[in-house]
């Protein structure tokens, strides 16, 4: 395990400050080997003296790294698993075994058919049992576990809400295995799930906290910035009802492993001056200068010495010898990042690829139509096609218009010729189940839907139709909102792209945080692909853009360029959002964040002029910011 220099050497006020271990990752897929290798040594040490090896599984998306690491152990390597006993952590209620969501059909796909685990030795809570035995199969559930011997390693995931399990806000340290009523936030993050949030069932039943805490060893694994708030509660904050998974503060063999975006929130993360020492480079001085900056609400240029000194920063400015040449030197990099137009690509080969079919005009619209302007020879390469995020309604919309405009020619035959076509269609979607897979006609209308929309986004910023690259990424097309992993087939659609182009510049989304994860999978398409493409002989690297914008937007500190938007800018952007009406108003998945992603845009573009102002930079309208590489991280 490559474990960062700063958990090998924590201060002792970050251990005070963090209440149990916490171990930060800078790969989440060296994370999810690492416990795949604990369970791996449990499994075959329980093995050499006759015992069973005794699991507490839970399910989500952080999980599944670990449990295609065992099953990869299991066939590659032989581990068996003959005297392993499971018992996952919770249940929709109520909910058939084989349905989509189900968490049976979860731990069936990622890791009980792939491995042999006797069957009779795997415990899941039962959704689909009646009401009245509900409380009769929550103590059966506690007797099997004691029956077991107890769980040996329990591995957790973490909600937004701060739940493990399903134990929300306000659940009690002794809980046991019990129903429970989902909270709001949970429910909502499980609307991808489900196709709406109308069709998450309202309970489930769960493991309770006390049951937890009885585990002999405990991981909970966490991933993406949108977890880093509760991280920083669960491990900073004293233990209280509001947040279940500050209990496993309570747990004498308990850490927290996780990636470095879900660590951000820690103070030896975000603030490590206030906790030790402090190798100053350029980087953490910038970082440093700017929460200052904040922290006093003064510009960068009006700090004085007796800011720093009373924020405990004197080895900062002994660092640069002076106040004033620290923030000279730091106001300064900040405003050499400061790119106008004519400072941007011109007539260049430029790639910007887009998750989703609004990603591009949402995150760098304002891009998009400076490099136009700057007649640059841009492709925008929508990497999945976004159908599962398309309401039946707006397919239904549509076909309307389709059978209407059949009235224009082609006469009766050609009404009913249409008709013929369209008429199953509606009777599908009339008879469609929640969370029903939608057919293969409609899963290609919705991707139409979508791809209308980008080439209507891409004309307002001053591009063509022919500048749409559809790429219809093989990893997206499950027709559900769970994906399948990245493939070779996807990586060299992105290959294909590269070497057709031979881009100079490309642009890639590096808000890996998106709820359901599409991001961060064609960010790791794009990286195998880039690496692959510039260790071919003869070739240019393009430099690498990472945008932000849908989910989370870069640090100001982070961001190494700026882009101006004047107010027309800014509008122009708005207007190629609005252009994706099946997203507008009310997003089929919309996350946490209540605004429509127009108002995202144009919050998050204002706000950074904003915060570049109250810094002492020049004021604008709005800005949107950008991190360049050669090498993707």
Known sequence: MSLTKKNQARSSHAMRLERLPVL???????????VARKVANLIQDRAVTGRMAVLGLPTGSTPIGVYRELVRMHQEEGLDF??????????????????????????????????????????????DIAREEVDTHCDEYEWQIKKSGGIDLMLLGIGRSGHIGFNEPGSRRDDRTRMVVLDEVTRRDAAGDFFEEKNVPREAITMGVGSILECREIILMATGEHKAQIIRKAVEEEPNTSVTASFL????????????????????????WIVGDVSWDNDMARKAVVWLAKKVKKPILHLETADFHHHHMHDLVNAYGSTDELTYKVFMEFRNRIKYQPELPKKKSCI???????????????????????????????????????????????????????????GSDGEEGIKAFTRPIFEFITQKKPGQIDTAEVQQLKAYIRYTEAIAGIEVMGLQEKDARFLDMPFYKTGEVKKAPIGEDDVQIVLDLFNELKPDHIYVAGDLSDPHGTHRMCYTAIKRALDKYNQQEGVKKPLVWLYRGAWQEWEIEKADIFMPMSKADLYQKIDAIYKHESQKDRALFPGSDAREFWERARDRNMGLAREMDSLGLPEFYAAEAYVTTYEMP
């Open 24 to 34: 930060i990752f800078d790969d989440p897929a060296q994370m999810a080997r690492q």
């Open 352 to 410: 910007c690829f887009s998750p989703h079919p609004d990603d591009d005009v949402i995150s760098m619209g304002g891009m998009l139509g400076k490099l136009a302007q700057n007649k640059n020879d841009v492709a925008v390469a929508y990497m999945t096609n976004g159908s599962v995020a398309v309401f039946d309604m707006d397919v239904e919309r549509h076909l309307r218009f389709l059978e209407m405009s059949a009235k224009l020619h082609g």
């Open 82 to 127: 003959s005297n392993v006993i499971t018992f996952n952590l919770d249940e929709y209620f109520p909910i058939k075994p084989d349905a989509l969501q189900s968490y049976h059909r979860f731990m069936e796909e990622n890791l009980f058919k792939h491995v042999n685990i006797p069957r009779e030795q795997i415990h899941i809570p039962r959704g």
């Open 249 to 272: 503060q309570e747990h004498t063999n308990c850490a927290f492993y996780v990636d470095r975006a879900s660590a951000s929130e820690l103070t030896r993360e975000k603030t490590p």
